[in-house]
């Protein structure tokens, strides 16, 4: 857990929070370098989607409580955003991401170094439990998704990066239908 920031108080911890600091114990255990958790933690989801928000945001129900979860690591053209127009390829990330993980799908959330950001959404690495699928790594291999790096939370940067760039590279998903930013030289 990082420090609490000056001047901010902080209720004690609640359920969703002695999870969160649980996975951090853990985190980094449960995922093969496969991108894929490992059997035990498969068979062991800690949160059920209740909605897909975009292609890059979900809700869960987790101990309880119902959280908005911001997938670590990628990012997906906006749909939501408000005062924001629908960007190119934005509805298909949202569908794909729905279909990877619909309503009730039980998953596996791993968390980096930061357990919120800014928003105060969850960020975490998402895993189905029912056969270990790497949500964050599926959608920009696919891509329906590109890798954005946000230090300190960079456990899987590398692997997001050279996914993304073999979707590119083949012109999979938004990069054969938008074109996009040369991110990588």
Not at 140 to 166: F, I, K, M, S
Request: proline share 6%.
């Amino acid at each position: 857990m990082t420090a609490p920031r000056a001047g901010r108080a902080h209720p004690p911890l609640g359920p969703v929070a002695v999870l969160w600091a649980l996975l951090a114990l853990v985190g980094s255990s449960a995922c093969g370098s496969s991108g894929e958790v490992d059997a035990s933690a498969a068979s062991e989801p800690n949160a059920t989607v209740t909605r897909v928000v975009d292609g890059d945001t979900i809700m869960v129900e987790t101990g309880g409580v119902e959280e908005r979860v911001r997938l670590i690591g990628i990012d997906t053209p906006e749909t939501v955003k408000p005062g924001t127009e629908v960007e190119c390829f934005g509805k298909e990330a949202s569908s794909h991401a729905q279909d990877l993980m619909p309503e009730g799908t039980e998953v596996v959330l791993v968390r980096d170094v930061e357990a919120r950001d800014r928003y105060d959404r969850l960020l975490a690495y998402v895993y189905r439990a029912s056969d270990g699928l790497f949500v964050n790594e599926s959608l920009v291999a696919d891509g329906y998704a590109q890798p954005a790096t946000y230090p300190p939370n960079v456990e899987h940067a590398e692997d997001l990066v050279a996914a993304g760039r073999e979707a590119r590279e083949h012109g999979l998903g938004l990069w054969g239908r938008c074109g996009g930013d040369d991110l990588y030289g």
